[in-house]
């Protein structure tokens, strides 16, 4: 699929795209579904009219009915603290579900909003759930995309642990880059769509904190930065910094 990489123009004609042919079925519900079962699954899709920079696609307190596919842009979800504050709980891209944790209490717990201009796949859960119990491979892999959600709570209560700001980011950073390596896309050279503020709000970090860091990032030869654009320079330093275990030029 064209044009899915945050912070590129949106095609619109992107959003009309099956399961069957678009570029992310290795990384969403698809995976491991044969073609059949992609088009039952494909049936029961909504694909609505992007939303726009900071158009809600849930608020907190909302009923669960579906659970949503990013298919372009991004989305950033937060809670609200006891003082009204947001609290951002996550950064989510291209391939990745939204509104899982709201199937145990069918009430959204957390809001999703848009961070770009952004296209979502809407898969009414009570039909899901339905298809699942007749398809075997369809619930393996929505068992296997919350054991993904669950593995990413995790590494963010890993990562709120670290004592060193600069390891938090450079750990984000990382899983950034990840992920858009997952996606196609460079590992080295990708756009943040999400504001300085964002990324101190889910780190834990003073905004100025988080902005002297990229100062010194770019000053240690980590990477540069030009507005939201980053380039890493130096994966395996950048990769030692956050922890990793394993260090690869290509991660």
Known sequence: MANLQPGKPLDMAAIKVACANCNLHNLCLPLGIDTR??????????RKRPLARGEYLFQAGAPFHAIYAIRSGSVKSFTATEDGQE?????????????LDAISSDTHNCSARALETTSVCEIPYPQLEELSALMPSLQRQLLRVMS???????????LLGRKAADERLAAMLMSMSNRFKQRGFSPREFHLSMSRNDIGNYLGLAVETVSRLFTRFQEDGLLETERKHVRILDLARLSVLAGANRISPDE
């Open 148 to 158: 993904r959600e669950i593995l990413q709570d995790e590494h963010m209560m890993m």
């Open 37 to 46: 079962d992609i088009e039952r699954l494909d049936d029961i899709i909504n």
């Open 87 to 99: 609290q951002v709980t996550g950064f989510h891209l291209p391939g990745e579900l939204v509104g």
